[in-house]
């Protein structure tokens, strides 16, 4: 290498006719000549050897010139990182459905993982073999901002689904006020009448005024301030805002935060590699370079300050307007203090505070928060579920037991708070809705049978489990009166595009939407799809609960 000092410093030897012997210890030329290296000095054989030159250089190109890789820390660092990023990678592939993982957006997670992964790994090889500049630029430096984007992405994306699972809940509790004033209004409007036609618009009206309308009404004061759109729900067309908020989710974050940063990286990259092929100091792109050169370190400090801007007001929202779940904003807290502190270790590190020694390792310092998010993310999660494998299951509910306890206010309560906070809200809303609307049908025919009540068994929230043993009045042939509260519900929830859509077999809603078609209505319509949410409630939300 000694004798691709030219590459290196653009000066490998000095002009003709100069003596650059050392005429001098104290560094001077004689005559007014270029300073010459002192008696003893030796320069490191992969900086430029003429000493004009190297002395030329700033402190980090003269730390990375210089670098000669100990092998056995490099390979102390491949190791951990392997161990780090692979098997953990591979166990939360394995798990992504577990009810710990599947609400922190899994994939992006292993995305980032993969990605970081490859950047912790390939770095200490790149290192050890002295790859070229222009891989390192091109797709290590890649990687790592990359990861950036994906996880700063992953959050703001996180921030836009609470907001969603929030209008999910109001939107539904609205609704539910509004029926309810309406019932209330056509009570007295028709006060004193017994008229069949008075009798069905009263059942009419009832419907939807469920147990979550009257989850509204128990809503802690309090809770507005918790989940809070806007203090109003002052939306004009709710179905535009909830299919805005979906396109943001699903395609303009991405566009906006990572693929539109990508491209505009990627021209930079362009223009860095023209600039430094062959620099006048400093490694060109076709010589090794232990670090990223120091070029590329400005479009990070602008998206890092970029994130650090964002933060103060994602912060006010994480912890006091949308209140996340605890898992999420300890995941967001490190990942910005992480940032930061890696931000201000680099600048100390780079202005020499540090010494030499850290210099030539400063590509580690940002490896610290890769690390980082790998074990908030991918490791602490694994554990949990790991360690939950060991708890003593005694005392635990079975599934019809939790769906029983549904009806206790305050536990449906503790269900809905964790429901919003890991967005899955529909689950809950569509499950209570139904809960209900079988029971308004109970209702009706044992006010039109002038029944007592002991003769017409209500549908408790756990019946959805034993669909034989239902009252018989659900098997009745299907009154045309509630045919709109059917379709109601099947638009509001089971529909691919409903405002709060439930996930549950394509199966089931094929079955659901033949029957529509057929107008084949059957009050149990909607039985299959209850019991396959209400097993998502309890394998999703019964693990996060603190009984």
């Not at 092929?277 to 070029?295: A, R, S, T, V, Y």
């Not at 020694?357 to 590509?363: A, P």
Request: proline share 6%; with cysteine.
């Amino acid at each position: 290498m000694a004798d691709d000092s030219s590459s290196l410093g653009g000066t490998g030897g000095p002009p003709s006719g100069i003596d650059t012997s050392g005429g001098s210890s104290g560094g001077a030329g004689t005559m007014g000549g270029p300073p010459t290296a002192p008696e003893g000095f030796v320069i490191p054989p992969k900086c430029p050897q003429y000493y004009p030159a190297y002395i030329s250089l700033d402190r980090v190109a003269k730390a990375d010139c210089g670098f000669d890789p100990d092998i056995l820390i490099e390979c102390i660092i491949l190791v951990f990182m392997i161990l780090l990023f692979v098997p953990p990678l591979i166990l939360y592939l394995m798990n992504r459905q577990n009810a710990l993982i599947k609400y922190r957006r899994p994939r992006d997670v292993f995305i980032g993982g993969i990605i970081s992964g490859l950047n912790a790994i390939l770095s200490p090889i790149i290192r050890m073999t002295g790859i070229k500049c222009i891989f390192n630029t091109w797709f290590v430096s890649s990687l790592i901002f990359s990861f950036m984007f994906l996880t700063f992405s992953r959050y703001v994306k996180t921030y836009y689904m609470q907001r969603l699972s929030i209008f999910k809940l109001k939107f539904s509790s609205r609704k539910a006020k509004k029926e309810l004033y309406k019932k209330e209004t056509s009570n007295k409007n028709n006060q004193g009448s017994d008229t069949v036609k008075s009798k069905e618009s009263e059942t009419l009206s009832t419907i939807k005024t469920s147990s979550i309308a009257i989850d509204s009404n128990n809503i802690p004061s309090t809770f507005s301030n918790e989940y809070s759109i806007d203090n109003s729900f002052d939306i004009q067309d709710p179905i535009l805002y909830f299919k805005k908020l979906n396109n943001i989710i699903n395609k303009k974050i991405t566009i906006y935060f990572v693929i539109i940063p990508i491209i505009i990286l990627t021209c930079y990259y362009a223009y860095i590699t023209v600039i430094s092929w062959n620099p006048d100091n400093g490694p060109g792109m076709l010589d090794p370079c232990p670090n990223e050169i120091k070029n590329l370190s400005y479009p990070k400090r602008i998206f890092n300050a970029i994130i650090m801007i964002c933060s103060v007001y994602m912060l006010y929202q994480i912890y006091y307007v949308q209140k996340w779940d605890k898992e999420l904003k300890i995941e967001y807290t490190s990942f910005i203090i992480v940032l930061f502190i890696c931000m201000i270790i680099m600048e100390c590190t780079t202005k020499g505070v540090f010494g030499p020694g850290l210099i030539t390792y400063r590509v580690y310092i940002f490896q610290s928060f890769s690390i980082v998010i790998q074990v908030m993310c991918v490791i602490v999660p694994l554990i949990k579920i790991f360690l939950n494998r060991f708890k003593d299951q005694e005392g635990k509910l079975t599934e019809e037991e939790f769906l029983a306890k549904l009806a206790v206010p305050t536990f449906r309560e503790q269900v809905r708070e964790i429901s919003t906070k890991t967005f899955c809200i529909e689950n809950l809303l569509f499950f209570t809705a139904h809960w209900d609307l079988m029971n308004i049908v109970i209702q009706h025919y044992s006010k039109k049978g002038n029944g007592n009540s002991s003769d017409f068994p209500s549908f408790s929230s756990s019946d959805v489990l034993h669909r034989n043993t239902l009252n018989p009045i659900l098997y009745k042939p299907f009154d045309p009166i509630f045919k709109p509260k059917y379709e109601q519900l099947y638009s509001f929830y089971i529909k691919e595009d409903g405002i709060a859509a439930v996930n549950i077999n394509s199966s089931t809603i094929k079955i659901i939407e033949e029957q529509m078609e057929n107008d084949n209505y059957s009050y149990l319509m909607f039985s299959q799809a209850a019991e396959e949410i209400g097993e998502l409630l309890y394998s999703n939300i019964y693990p996060r609960m603190n009984l």
